[in-house]
């Protein structure tokens, strides 16, 4: 996925204006009205540790990813944080958490609702009593457009130069970004590809995933990015 590209992952989406601290500090403000006690919490599709570096001044913190690429950044940013290389839809670490988060659009690689069940179940399942669960839906079939499909993005640091141009396209449910890279270092230039498959889940689709999980209190808000919902959901107290 990520894998030969994690190295430039924040610098691009620095370069985008994304704002890693204002969004943990939100998202902090989110659980503590839900559950003031909350002293622990698990990312799911943590990537390069983004949020866990801010989150982790007011949590116990450990992720979780699929990507061995994202993870090794996220363990540069995050010396002695546990991260865990695992699928969101079959993981275990015998432990409970006050939260769960699984942020930035992460659940879009599910392929099917199926798949969405297992993940969240899965995530839920990792909730102690009273627990909070945060996900960042992909962009809603509604606000997908079709109209401007190739997008650049580039950006360059002391190290390396990056440029990369995506295309995506919408079959029915499905949505496929095509990214091209050229990354420049001292070192020469390389040129990365990826696809990234997702799929455009309606929200009851994903509030419906979100009860199967026994989660009670649902609510459906705004996520930051635009076009795109926050689920929030609480486990029973006992
Ligand atoms: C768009 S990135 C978001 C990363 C991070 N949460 C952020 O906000 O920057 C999507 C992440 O989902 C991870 N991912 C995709 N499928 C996954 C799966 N089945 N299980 C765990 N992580 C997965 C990718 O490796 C990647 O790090």
Redesign the pocket.
Known sequence: ??RHT?RV??LL?QATG?D?AA?ATTLHELIQQRSPRAASLL?????????LVHLRQWYEVVG????P??LDEARRRLPGVPLVE????R?SLDRTFDSV??????I???GSEQ?LDR?VATMVSHLAPGGVFVM?GWIRPDAWADDEPIHLLSASDENVTVARMSRSRREGNRTFLDMHYLIGSRHGLSHEFEI?DMTLFEPAQYEAALHRAGLISVETLPSPSPGRDRYVGVTAAH
């Open positions: 996925m990520f994690a992952y924040d989406y994304r890693y969004e990312d799911v599709a943590c990537g390069t540790g983004g949020h979780v990813d699929l990507d690429g994202m695992a699928d969101m839809r993981f988060t699984c942020l930035f659009s992460s879009g690689y599910m798949d993940a960042d990234h």
